[in-house]
């Protein structure tokens, strides 16, 4: 009974943690701390895959970066993580997401670009059915 | 005239290069280089790889990568401090971050071994390798295939000089 009633708990604190207005996020700006990922590295305002990213910079290099679409609706949750440093058994753990609902989830390898230099995978959330096809392109 | 097999293989890979070979308004070659990727960024690479030219060639790095940016960066120790992997009394070059679709023009004229790579991707390989002139040209230096400081990785992605030489330009693994 202890253990149930911690574990709940645990879930509870968890829920709270990670719940946030996701209509703050909903349209392209989102608010301070996040940033134009091709305003301050030397990048495509749009990439293919990805859409038009925001990150809050204190959360580098994992991440969110909230990916949006050619119409400026959030569209995937990105993150990204230096297979080196999962190797040297760094953790990213806890991190929040920029949408509630997941559609769907692809995980690849990326070889590096300006911002994450050394090789590494990413994590995409899908928010919606047609998400990963506003964002191909 | 009697060519030699070098000779003969070297006017050979002069002709392949001639497919990408665009002609500048004053009537001289202009040979260009592409800085490509896959889709999802899975791998980077300059094509061609390696590359034999005559010194003077005009030469044009253009970005064929629609989701990323790359550089053409000399390796040199006035450049985020590498070991020198170009002539000695060569220029050493930089061409800041080039968008998809941007380009960088560059033109070598000291014979030798001219190394670079792109600064955001040498982690993942991304160098490519420039013969200019043939060894015994007056001045030549090929102090690069000996210079060494460079992860494993790295260093085995040049390909030789003499494979350059024999074929006019090779490309990276896996790439026909």
Known sequence: M??????????????????????????????????????????????????????????????????????????????????EELKNGVAYDDLAVGKHHVESVDIYYNAGHPGVEKPHAHVVLHHDASAKARLAK | MIMTRRELLMVAGSALLAVNMPVLASGQPQVLI?????????????????????????????????????????????????????????????????????????????????????????????VGRIVVGNPGDEGWDDSAIRAGGLDDNVETAFPSVNDILTSGKTRAPGLT
Request: with cysteine; hydrophobic share 40%; charged share 15%.
């Open chain 1, 2 to 83: 202890l253990k149930a009633l911690s574990i709940t708990a645990c879930l509870l604190g968890a829920s709270v943690a990670f719940a946030h207005d996701e209509s703050k996020l909903e349209t392209m700006p989102p608010a301070s701390p996040y940033v134009q990922v091709s305003d301050v590295l030397p990048l495509p305002a749009f990439l293919p895959g990805l859409g038009t990213l925001f990150v809050d910079p204190a959360t580098l290099p994992a991440g969110p970066f909230l990916g949006y679409d050619h119409d400026g609706k959030l569209s995937a949750t990105i993150y990204m993580t230096p297979l």
């Open chain 2, 34 to 126: 592409g800085m490509q990727g896959t889709a999802r960024g899975e791998r980077v690479w300059f094509d061609p790889l390696g590359l034999a030219v005559k010194p003077g060639t005009a030469l044009k790095f253009v970005n064929r990568d629609n989701g990323n940016s790359h550089t053409v960066t000399a390796y040199h120790p006035s450049l985020f401090g590498h070991v020198r992997r170009i002539p000695e009394k060569a220029e050493p070059f930089n061409s800041g971050y080039l968008l998809p679709d941007d380009s960088f023009e560059l033109t070598l004229t000291v014979p030798g071994v001219y190394d670079y790579y792109c600064l955001p991707h040498e982690h993942a390989g991304m």
